[in-house]
C-alpha cells in the first residue's frame, strides 16, 4: 500500500515550456485535491476533484489544468509555465479513517522551479 | 469563506520542554475538522492530531495535545518533553464536514528545539 504517489519529484522548467504533474493514489479515495505551497503562505488549494469524472477549482486555479482519468489518478497541467509557478505542488486523498472521521493524506510533493 | 491564523510565524524550545502553537480560525460552519500537520524538513505532510468540532473532549496522540475551545475558535496545539525530531514547520488546518471537504491551512509556525 503506497498511499499518495507522485511523479517527478522535481522539474526545472523554462518560461513557457508545459508539464504534467502526476498523482495516484492506491486507498480508493474518492476525492483528490492539487495544492501549492510557496515560503510564508502555507498550502493553498490550486484544484480538486470529489469524485472520477468530476473536476472544480480552488483557492488558486489560474495557470493550471487538471484531468481525473479514473479512480486513483489525478494529474495537473502547465500550459505555459511561468515564474510565479515556482513553487512545492502536493497532491492529497481523502479517506475516511474510522466512521465520520475523514482525513486528507498527501503525497511527497513536486519541487517545481521555473526560469 | 474559512480563514485560519497562526500568529507564530516562529517558535523555539528547549528540549524536554513544553511549547504550545495557538491557532485560531473564522468559520460559520457548525460541523467541521480540525488538524495539526507537520512538515519536517523532508517536506512531508504528517497528521499530528485530529479534533472533530462535535466533540468536547480535547485529542490527544502521546507527547501532542490539543486545546479546543469551540466558541473562541481556538485550536492550540501542545508538545510536552519536546524532542529534537519535533523540529518542523506545524500548520493547524481546518475541514468542514460535508461537500468538498477542502482543507483550508494557516501559514505555519516553524518550531525549532535546541538541544
Known amino acids: 500500500n503506497a498511499g499518495v504517489t507522485q511523479t517527478p519529484k522535481f522539474q526545472v522548467l523554462k518560461t513557457g515550456q508545459s508539464m504534467t504533474l502526476q498523482c495516484a493514489q492506491d486507498?480508493?479515495?474518492?476525492?483528490m485535491y492539487w495544492y501549492r505551497q510557496d515560503p510564508g503562505m502555507g498550502l493553498r488549494l490550486i484544484y480538486y476533484?470529489?469524485?472520477?469524472?468530476?473536476?472544480d477549482k480552488g483557492e488558486v486555479p489560474n495557470g493550471y489544468n487538471v484531468s481525473r482519468l479514473n479512480k486513483r489518478e489525478f494529474s495537473l497541467r502547465l500550459e505555459s509555465a511561468a515564474p510565479s509557478q515556482t513553487s512545492v505542488y502536493f497532491c492529497?486523498?481523502?479517506?475516511?479513517?474510522?466512521?465520520?472521521?475523514?482525513?486528507?493524506?498527501f503525497g511527497p510533493g513536486t519541487r517545481l522551479t521555473v526560469t | 469563506a474559512q480563514t485560519v491564523t497562526q500568529s507564530q510565524p516562529e517558535m523555539s524550545v528547549q528540549e524536554a520542554e513544553t511549547v504550545t502553537l495557538s491557532c485560531t480560525y473564522d468559520?460559520?460552519?457548525?460541523?467541521?475538522?480540525l488538524f495539526w500537520y507537520k512538515q519536517p524538513p523532508s517536506r512531508q505532510m504528517i497528521l499530528v492530531i485530529r479534533?472533530?468540532?462535535?466533540?468536547?473532549q480535547n485529542a490527544t496522540e502521546n507527547r501532542f495535545s490539543v486545546n479546543f475551545q469551540k466558541a473562541a475558535k481556538s485550536f492550540s496545539l501542545k508538545i510536552s518533553d519536546s524532542q529534537l525530531g519535533d523540529t518542523a514547520m506545524y500548520f493547524c488546518?481546518?475541514?468542514?464536514?460535508?461537500?468538498?471537504?477542502?482543507?483550508?491551512f494557516g501559514k505555519g509556525t516553524k518550531l525549532t528545539v535546541n538541544p
Open positions: 476533484s470529489a469524485s472520477e469524472g468530476t473536476t
Open positions: 486507498m480508493n479515495h474518492n476525492s
Open positions: 479534533q472533530e468540532a462535535y466533540k468536547q
Open positions: 468559520t460559520s460552519e457548525s460541523n467541521y475538522y
Open positions: 488546518a481546518f475541514m468542514p464536514q460535508g461537500g468538498s471537504e477542502k482543507l483550508v
Open positions: 492529497a486523498s481523502k479517506g475516511q479513517r474510522r466512521e465520520g472521521l475523514y482525513e486528507q493524506y
